[in-house]
């Protein structure tokens, strides 16, 4: 079984990516203006892609004989990424999300540590897969924000 640690990492992954999934849908409904068209399908590409780690991240949990957060009430008290605001225009839409994912990083890197720790090189490994894609996606929206 893996380590208490090792499990509330994965808890607090599970729970900022849920928060995530949630205000990535709020930004693919309520992006407006001119960028409207490629805003709105890179948050619906960030979503689908959040849901695909939302159920790896429970599932990774249960398989080191872990309890997944299930809860939204859970998912809130344990993110450290917060809600979208609903004030958001597209521009900080874009920067909010850049700092959100490089939260995920750092905790990532927290995630991968302890993994490494533990001799848990399957969850090591998933997390460097997840990190390198986050990168990637802050590179890039940094790029969009010039």
Known sequence: MANEKL????????????????????????????????????FEEYYTEAATYIDSIAERILTIEGKPLATLKQYLEAASIEEASNNEDAKQMVAVLAADFEK??????????????????????????IKTSLEQHVWMLKAYLG
């Open 7 to 42: 499990i509330n990492s994965l808890n607090s992954q599970l729970a900022d990516w849920n928060v995530l999934f949630t205000k990535l849908h709020n930004y693919h409904w309520y992006v407006t203006g001119p960028e409207f068209f490629t805003l709105h399908a890179k």
């Open 104 to 129: 995920v990083i750092a905790n990532c890197n927290e995630t991968i540590e302890l993994a490494e720790a533990d001799g848990d090189e399957s969850t090591a490994d998933m997390f460097i897969g």
